[in-house]
Every structure is written in C-alpha cells, then in structure tokens.
Nanobody, 125 residues
C-alpha cells in the first residue's frame, strides 16, 4: 500500500487547512502524525476502518477532525484554528489490520505498517 499525503501549505494563525491521504489500496485503521523541526514525530489523530471511532491527541482535540471516504481510499484531516505550534510535516499512516475502536494504542508509531511521504504545514503568527 502506498500513501500520498497532500494539502499542506503556508497559512496564518487561526486559518484552516484540510489534509488528504490517498491510499493505493484498501486500508484499515489510519492515523496522522506530525514532526516539527528538531522534535520527535508525534501522534495527531486516528480513525477506525469504519470511521465510527476516532482518537485525538490532547493538543488538537476540538480543533482537528479526522474523517475518511472508503470509496475513495482517502483519509482527511480538517485542521481549524491553526496555531504556530502546529507547524510540522504531517504524515499519514495505515494499519493493515482493522479494529472497531481506536484508542491510545494507535498513538504509537508501531501500530502502523505503512507511511506516506509527508506534507508540510507552516503556520505563521
């Protein structure tokens, strides 16, 4: 499975962006991570295969929304109220297994089998 992330860009604080992650094949649980310069990659959000279960990092809860369109093999990350500290390269990831619920286990990079190349989001103050 290949993952292609897109939608990043340069925006001002308070703006919105929607990231997309298109998969070349069927995927199951999906996640978004981000990595800021000089920092470790951190979890952002996860979604189950059905879309019925989602899980967010505390830092983005209430501002970001993860969703998916299985007919298009695409996962989205709607980011509202962007802050300068959201500046990072955003990566999508796919788990080759499915589960009804996604929780804290999916905050780990090791829960995922496939990774996209990343898309840069820059938020200016």
């Amino acid at each position: 499975v290949q993952l292609q992330a897109s939608g990043g860009g340069l925006v001002q604080a308070g703006a919105s962006l929607r990231l997309s992650c298109a998969a070349s094949g069927r995927t199951f649980n999906m996640g978004w991570f981000r990595q800021a310069p000089g920092k470790e990659r951190e979890f952002v959000a996860a979604i189950s295969w059905s879309g019925g279960s989602t899980y967010y990092a505390d830092s983005v809860k209430g501002r970001f929304t993860i969703s998916r369109d299985n007919a298009r093999n695409t996962v989205y990350l709607q980011m509202n109220g962007l802050k300068p500290e959201d500046t990072a390269v955003y990566y999508c990831a796919a788990d080759k297994d499915s589960s009804r619920y996604v929780g804290s286990r999916f905050a780990s990079r090791f829960a995922y089998d496939y990774w996209g190349q990343g898309t840069l989001v820059t938020v200016s103050s």
